[in-house]
């Protein structure tokens, strides 16, 4: 979802230039302790597109009009609810913070009611030389800094929450020097462009953060059919066939879906007979998110016992791009 600055602080990607790129530019930690790619995922990256389109750092489409920042989004509320860090990208002093909101989706309360607060519990951090970073979106109750404060990299500020305007447990991060945003993907890229650029992640393991145009973020069983909403809360997961369940379903909830992407889902028996496949239509537009499932209705007094298999792909311009495959196990010993 769209964030703004703080009402004191800094301008926005719609009222600020690009940043110039400088000769020593300052580099930054991940700033969610999270495993990318596995326990969170970047829903949208920096809008490039001075117009009323948009283009990520990749000429890719995952970002929305205006949007200043990187948002590392959790699979669920489920997860948001143990509590994941948020922590200081780099070693500076906090300038500003913003606490006391609740965590609660801007789909229930309202825009008017995170009106000039639409970036939630947060954060800014300052890094000297004209560098400073944002912080969106945290938990009620979570800050652990107050302006003033000097942190270090790696330093916890608070937890990824549902604060301000967003619909999803993420933090926006953003990233600005001498007031103007910069993408940490592509610093010094100029408005318009792509794949231009340097990137401004320190490197952790084998690799700094990367870019995937199309993301699986859930895939699971359950004995009933689920929604988006049951799959956004988490809870779903608990929710696993056993031997006398009505039903057993798959689902696999995508993010960075492309108009005419094709998706398919089968679900195979123990003895590996397909017992349902679910073929979606083409998408007609982009979808930020998307989810899909196949389910089959129990026909004897229990389930066959044994592991059960579903396989999802994704298929654009006639080439496979993901594809993802779990198993359940009913009716046997654990």
Known sequence: MKTFVFAFALCTVMTCATASPSSEPQLFAWPVACDLGRTCFIQNYVDHDPSDKTLDFRCGRRTYDGHDGTDIRLPDLDVQRTGVAVVAAASGR?????????????????????????????????????????????????????????????QTLGLVGLSGNTEFPHLHFTVRQS???????????????????????????????????????????????????????????????????????AYVRAIGLQAEDEQVIELRSPQGQVIAEYRAPELPRDQAQYFISAGRKRAGAAWPPGTYTATYTLRRNDIEIERTVFKVAIGEPR
């Open 179 to 249: 007031r103007a945003v910069v993408d940490p993907f592509a610093e010094g890229g100029v408005k318009g462009e792509c794949n231009v650029g340097r990137s401004l992640w320190l490197q952790t393991g084998s690799a700094a953060p990367g870019y995937r145009p199309t993301e699986i973020i859930n895939a699971g069983f359950a004995d009933r059919a689920v929604t988006m909403d049951e799959i956004e809360a988490g809870e779903i997961k608990r929710s696993l066939p056993g031997p006398h369940s009505a039903t057993i379903v």
């Open 94 to 154: 906090v300038a500003h913070t913003r606490d006391g909101m609740d965590d609660v989706s801007v789909k229930v309360a309202g825009k008017a009611a995170v009106a000039g607060r639409e970036c939630g519990n947060g954060a800014v951090v300052e890094h000297g030389n004209g560098w400073s970073t944002q912080y969106c979106h945290m938990a009620k109750g979570s800050l652990r800094v107050k302006p003033g404060d000097s942190v270090s990299a790696g």
